[in-house]
């Protein structure tokens, strides 16, 4: 009943710049905050950032001063705006979202497919 899904990965120069975007859709009656996490080949999962629907933001300190999140709550929508980015940035990027379906119930965590970032050197 709820799907989350990224776009916006590709093929970038290291030094460039690139915005993902995730949006959450359905049965959707409130949004407690959405977050962002990669994983590297090999690597396990970790946290870049999230965004709560107030607008708080908190970052890994691996990307803070290079990543920026930001979120349209009207479109249910996040973006990971990165730049400055680094070979070590490749990736897939995962969006996830904390979603209550309905009034007064339990709010549950989705996660989308991922969408791939490539640096290059």
């Known amino acids: 009943q709820v799907h989350v899904a990224e776009s916006g990965g590709g093929l970038v120069q290291a030094g460039g710049s690139l915005r993902l975007s995730c949006a959450a859709s359905?049965?959707?009656?409130?949004?407690?905050?959405m977050g962002w996490y990669r994983q590297a080949p090999g690597k396990q999962r970790e946290l870049v950032g999230s965004i709560t629907s107030g607008g708080t933001t908190n970052y890994a300190d691996s990307v803070k001063g290079r990543f920026t999140i930001s979120g349209d709550n009207a479109k249910n929508t996040v973006f990971l705006q990165m730049s400055s980015l680094k070979p070590e940035d490749t990736a897939v990027y995962y969006c996830n979202a904390l979603v209550t379906t309905s009034g007064r119930s339990p709010t549950y965590l989705y996660w989308g497919q991922g969408t791939q970032v490539t640096v290059s050197s």
């Open positions: 359905g049965s959707i009656f409130s949004i407690n905050g």
